[in-house]
């Protein structure tokens, strides 16, 4: 198992923007969309992932629908609005910017 | 849109609370669920997967605290539960809860009555259009200050007013008139009247809602033979029937048609009083030019472009015209403006309103320190559970915040409780100023009294409601803990601060009662004064004779002849007079006399006197007596020589011991023919009314030699009822023209009581004040001695023990309750001193000052403490002594 690591609150948003961006999904599903995406590296806490998506959904970046799963159970699937698919792209230039510094000032001599 | 979309979820989470609560418990069931089976393919068996998800998944509790964070109403979530709490906590001490309501209701209620009271008297803007636009013009004669409402000007000067007014507006006159109303077969009314300039409706803004208003020909002379009459009067007297425009009634003897209603919002009582009909003011060629009969108030709209300073420029500056042009009449005199909302009938009771709204404020206070005792008592039983909750970890502001939310609740409760006070207040002085055409004044509840009830109690609630808890705040946590499972009475500091809270209430009582009870002396004092007349047996009444039937000195006197004969001749009357005023109200014909044979004094610093024109037998008909000389007699006509009788005060003023009978007075620049002659001394004569006038002479000449149309109609009766002839009289009088109204045809007595009505309201408000404030008082000393007793039952079993007897106990709690009492009524006293004071100088020629009264009212006020502690000084001393030391 991959080393866990820690996450700043603001990226966990952008992670799950992003894992929805790829398609609607509950919050099973997305703790392991995570999980897999990360070879199990990130293994996100039910009370930071909850309170995240509420809080995301409060801000209107997704939005929720109460549908059935495969197995005809009742589960409560998230998707991308467009603000959030803009906040993706607004976040992913950001994130792409500080690595860029954070690696520049790393390498340096 | 996203805004919006966010406040719909939000506005959609509060209102489907449930739905969503089981919204989220669903998504976690679900998302554990999957994770224990997760474990479960992982190899761990059922049970095991379980505790393992649940585990991981962590605290689901907190996440949905969060997740509701996120929602944004956690505030108003918690402030409901506090409120919910603080509910539960009121309802579970019944007896507390209701009597803080009952006391904060009562308290808030008399000062919001009084706060309706005020506003309907004083602040509610009249009810006409734009009144900011509205002055009144009135003018000042001489030196001393007038009363708008008094400052009448003259017609002539009205006239050269409207011709000189140019862009200064909307200028209308109006004088009241008495009018006699008649229609055939139905008895003769003298409705309130007034006569109006054709523009004073629209002047004021307000067009009649049936029919028209005045054409400006009808004010002139000759063509004003119209009536308009108001809403109240339409319905009372015309029954409200359709037809009434084009109506015809007999005005004065004269045929007038009705030609308009006014709309009911007209009936503002402060004004102009409540007037019923009104008739065109018009003058004939002689009165146009009358200088001197100040019989016209004036009103002006400022047309919009002029401002208030400008306005009262120019008016002040006409006045000062007329005052060089026409020296005679117009001399020293000064023209003024103000702002009609400022004038009005309810101003002069600004003296009465202001005591009525102190007392009701010591009621208040008395309410308070009531409420005060109440909480702090309150609080100081509940300061284990303070101190517990502090000791586990609770924050000043989460201690206090259940204590707000308590006294919040009190606080609305209250003030409905307040609102229904006020509303009784209101409706019960309605039905006590009705006048005596059967209008009330209507005191509503509007928003600003609520407002103000409001207000009022919340202040009352939470200033008294937080002030204890600041005072458990103090606590020290380590004593109150150990310090019994009983709660504490605080210590010394506690214990002397409700003493003084007793104290003061009891010295607030002491004023109300004796402001009371002083002033219901006076009153009865000046309602059964009788100085200078027997009015017992005596029916009065008014009748105007009006000018146009009787124009002369010979018609009004052959009138009076005819009347007086006439009522002699009915069964069961002693005598009967006519005269131009009665004994027991004021004398309004105030004349200048000099003596004959003596040096003329400064002009301008004659003697005054008023005058009375009496009939023959006036004398003995209304109980004054003649003390020297004779009364008038039949041979005392114009065709002879004048003759007057002078009362006491005048015959000791003017002649000292020297005999006045046959001396002779006339008026200042009176002809040679006008000196007349003393007959006559008769006893001074003192009005009911409070406010005796300036003036002590009483003069009274024979009615024939200078008849007047305003006469006073006295019968004394012998042997029945007066009131039993009043239908009599009036057919007799109504037998001679019928179109002449009796007003107040009433037994004597009823007259003078109603004279003094609006004291006698007065009267009634203190009393209540007075009974109010005694009350919660009673209800305070008994509380707060009963709670004080209760805490020292375990004092009392020892000395029950030690051999004391239930008298001592009981004389023991007694003493300490009067005491109390006794301190308070000292400390009052001398705020009763201050109330007669102003009592004295809001109505001058009342007796305020009476020390057996205050005695009285101190007995009183021990007497009541003394039966508020009756009940808990008996309870102490039956203290089982044994029950009462082992129940610790």
């Known amino acids: 198992m991959a080393r866990k690591c820690d996450l700043f609150q603001g990226t966990l948003d952008m992670l799950v923007l992003r894992v929805l961006s790829r398609g609607e999904l509950h919050g099973w599903g997305i703790t392991q969309k995570l999980e897999q995406l990360s070879k199990r590296a990130l293994q996100v806490d039910e009370g930071s992932l909850y309170p995240a998506l509420y809080r995301m959904e409060g801000k209107g970046w997704i939005e929720a629908e109460w549908k059935m799963t495969e197995n005809n159970r009742r589960a409560k699937y998230y998707r991308l609005t467009r603000a959030g698919r803009k906040q993706l792209e607004t976040e992913q230039e950001g994130w792409d910017r500080m690595t860029a510094i954070i690696a520049q000032v790393m390498q340096s001599t | 849109m996203t805004f919006l979309r966010c406040i719909s979820r939000r506005l959609r989470h509060l209102f489907r609370r449930q739905q969503s609560e089981a919204e989220m418990a669903e998504e976690m069931r679900f998302h554990l669920v999957q994770r224990a089976a997760d474990y479960a393919a992982d190899g761990l068996p059922d049970e095991e997967a379980r505790f393992a998800a649940q585990r991981k998944f962590g605290n689901v509790g907190g996440i949905q605290e969060q997740a509701r964070e996120a929602y944004g109403w956690g505030w108003l979530e918690r402030a409901l539960k506090d409120l919910r709490f603080a509910l539960r906590q009121l309802i579970k001490s019944p007896g507390f809860t209701l009597l803080a309501i009952i006391t904060l209701g009562l308290g808030v209620g008399a000062n919001t009555s009084m706060f309706n009271v005020l506003n309907d008297v004083l602040l509610k803007p009249l009810p006409y259009a734009d009144g900011m636009q509205l002055d009144a013009i009135y003018r000042t004669p001489g030196l001393n200050a007038v009363d708008p409402l008094e400052g009448g000007v003259s017609p002539a000067d009205f006239l050269d007013l409207r011709r000189e007014m140019g862009v200064y507006g909307e200028i209308a006159a109006y004088a009241y008139a008495n009018t006699s109303l008649s229609e055939p077969g139905q008895p003769a009314e003298m409705p309130r009247a007034i006569s109006i300039t054709p523009n004073f409706f629209a002047a004021l803004g307000t067009r009649p809602q049936l029919g028209r208003d005045f054409q400006v020909q009808e004010g002139l002379h000759g063509n004003d033979r119209v009536l308009i009459i108001s809403q109240r009067y339409w319905q009372n007297r015309f029954g409200g029937r359709a037809d009434i425009v084009g109506r015809t009634v007999r005005v004065n003897g004269e045929p007038h048609e009705i030609v308009g209603v006014l709309p009911a919002s007209f009936d503002d009582w402060r004004h102009l009083g409540w007037v019923d009909a009104f008739r065109p003011l018009g003058f004939d060629t002689e009165k146009s030019a009358d200088r001197h009969d100040t019989m016209l108030r004036l009103i002006g709209r400022r047309a919009g472009a002029l401002s208030r300073a400008q306005a009262e420029s120019f008016i002040a500056s006409f006045g000062a015209r007329l005052a060089t042009d026409f020296p005679e009449a117009n001399a020293g005199s000064t023209w003024h403006t103000v702002p009609l909302n400022d004038v009005g009938w309810g101003k002069g009771a600004t003296p009465m309103l202001a005591m009525l709204i102190g007392l009701s404020g010591f009621v208040l206070l008395i309410a308070c320190s009531n409420l005060a005792n109440l909480l702090l008592a309150r609080t100081m039983a509940r300061a284990r559970e303070f101190a517990l909750r502090s000791a586990l970890g609770a924050s000043r502001t989460q201690?206090?915040?259940?204590?707000?939310?308590?006294?919040?609740?009190?606080?609305?409760?209250?003030?409905?409780?307040?609102?229904?006070?006020?509303?009784?207040?209101?409706?019960?002085?309605?039905?006590?100023?009705?006048?005596?055409?059967?209008?009330?004044?209507?005191?509503?509840?509007?928003?600003?009294?609520?407002?103000?009830?409001?207000?009022?109690?919340?202040?009352?609630?939470?200033?008294?409601?937080?002030?204890?808890?600041?005072?458990?705040?103090?606590?020290?946590?380590?004593?109150?803990?150990?310090?019994?499972?009983?709660?504490?009475?605080?210590?010394?500091?506690?214990?002397?601060?409700?003493?003084?809270?007793?104290?003061?209430?009891?010295?607030?009582?002491?004023?109300?009662?004796?402001?009371?009870?002083?002033?219901?002396?006076?009153?009865?004092?000046?309602?059964?004064?009788?100085?200078?007349?027997?009015?017992?047996?005596?029916?009065?009444?008014?009748?105007?004779?009006?000018?146009?039937?009787?124009?002369?000195?010979?018609?009004?006197?052959?009138?009076?002849?005819?009347?007086?004969?006439?009522?002699?001749?009915?069964?069961?009357?002693?005598?009967?007079?006519?005269?131009?005023?009665?004994?027991?109200?004021?004398?309004?014909?105030?004349?200048?006399?000099?003596?004959?044979?003596?040096?003329?004094?400064?002009?301008?610093?004659?003697?005054?006197?008023?005058?009375?024109?009496?009939?023959?037998?006036?004398?003995?008909?209304?109980?004054?007596?003649?003390?020297?000389?004779?009364?008038?007699?039949?041979?005392?006509?114009?065709?002879?020589?004048?003759?007057?009788?002078?009362?006491?005060?005048?015959?000791?003023?003017?002649?000292?011991?020297?005999?006045?009978?046959?001396?002779?007075?006339?008026?200042?620049?009176?002809?040679?023919?006008?000196?007349?002659?003393?007959?006559?001394?008769?006893?001074?004569?003192?009005?009911?009314?409070?406010?005796?006038?300036?003036?002590?002479?009483?003069?009274?000449?024979?009615?024939?030699?200078?008849?007047?149309?305003?006469?006073?109609?006295?019968?004394?009766?012998?042997?029945?009822?007066?009131?039993?002839l009043i239908g009599d009289i009036r057919t007799t009088i109504t037998g001679l023209d019928p179109d002449l109204a009796v007003r107040q045809l009433q037994p004597a007595e009823a007259t003078i009581v109603r004279a003094n009505y609006a004291m006698g309201v007065f009267r009634d408000m203190l009393c209540s004040f007075a009974v109010l404030g005694l009350g919660l008082a009673s209800l305070g000393i008994y509380g707060v001695i009963a709670r004080t007793m209760a805490q020292r039952t375990s004092e009392f079993a020892i000395r029950l023990a030690l051999g004391a007897s239930i008298g001592d106990i009981t004389r023991l709690v007694l003493t300490n309750g009067v005491k109390l009492a006794l301190i308070g009524s000292a400390i009052g006293l001398f705020g009763a001193f201050g109330v007669s004071r102003l009592l004295a100088a809001a109505f001058p020629g009342m007796h305020t000052n009476s020390p057996p009264v205050l005695i009285g009212t101190t007995l009183l006020l021990i007497a009541v403490a003394l039966v508020a502690c009756w009940l808990p000084a008996r309870r102490a001393g039956k203290v089982d002594a044994m029950l009462a030391l082992r129940a610790e």
């Open chain 2, 399 to 724: 201690l206090l915040r259940p204590l707000i939310a308590e006294s919040l609740l009190l606080a609305l409760a209250g003030g409905v409780c307040a609102v229904i006070v006020a509303r009784w207040a209101g409706d019960w002085l309605s039905v006590r100023s009705t006048a005596d055409n059967g209008e009330a004044a209507a005191f509503a509840l509007d928003w600003r009294v609520l407002g103000w009830a409001l207000v009022a109690s919340l202040a009352t609630a939470l200033a008294f409601g937080l002030a204890p808890a600041l005072f458990a705040m103090r606590l020290n946590l380590n004593n109150t803990l150990k310090g019994g499972a009983r709660g504490t009475t605080g210590g010394r500091g506690h214990q002397r601060f409700r003493h003084a809270l007793i104290v003061g209430q009891f010295a607030l009582a002491m004023v109300l009662l004796a402001g009371a009870a002083l002033f219901i002396r006076g009153l009865d004092e000046l309602n059964y004064r009788r100085s200078g007349w027997e009015s017992e047996h005596l029916v009065t009444g008014t009748v105007i004779l009006p000018a146009a039937s009787y124009p002369d000195a010979d018609k009004i006197t052959a009138f009076h002849r005819l009347a007086v004969e006439r009522l002699e001749s009915l069964p069961g009357v002693a005598s009967a007079s006519i005269s131009s005023f009665t004994p027991f109200f004021r004398w309004y014909d105030s004349r200048k006399y000099v003596v004959e044979g003596r040096e003329l004094p400064e002009r301008g610093r004659e003697p005054a006197a008023v005058v009375n024109g009496v009939s023959p037998r006036y004398f003995e008909t209304v109980g004054t007596r003649v003390l020297a000389g004779r009364a008038f007699n039949e041979r005392d006509t114009l065709a002879f020589s004048k003759v007057f009788i002078i009362n006491q005060a005048m015959a000791t003023g003017l002649f000292g011991n020297e005999n006045p009978i046959g001396r002779r007075l006339n008026q200042p620049g009176g002809s040679a023919n006008e000196w007349g002659e003393i007959v006559g001394v008769a006893a001074d004569v003192k009005s009911v009314l409070p406010d005796q006038g300036p003036v002590t002479y009483q003069l009274y000449r024979p009615m024939a030699q200078e008849p007047r149309a305003r006469n006073e109609i006295a019968v004394r009766t012998a042997g029945v009822a007066s009131s039993a």
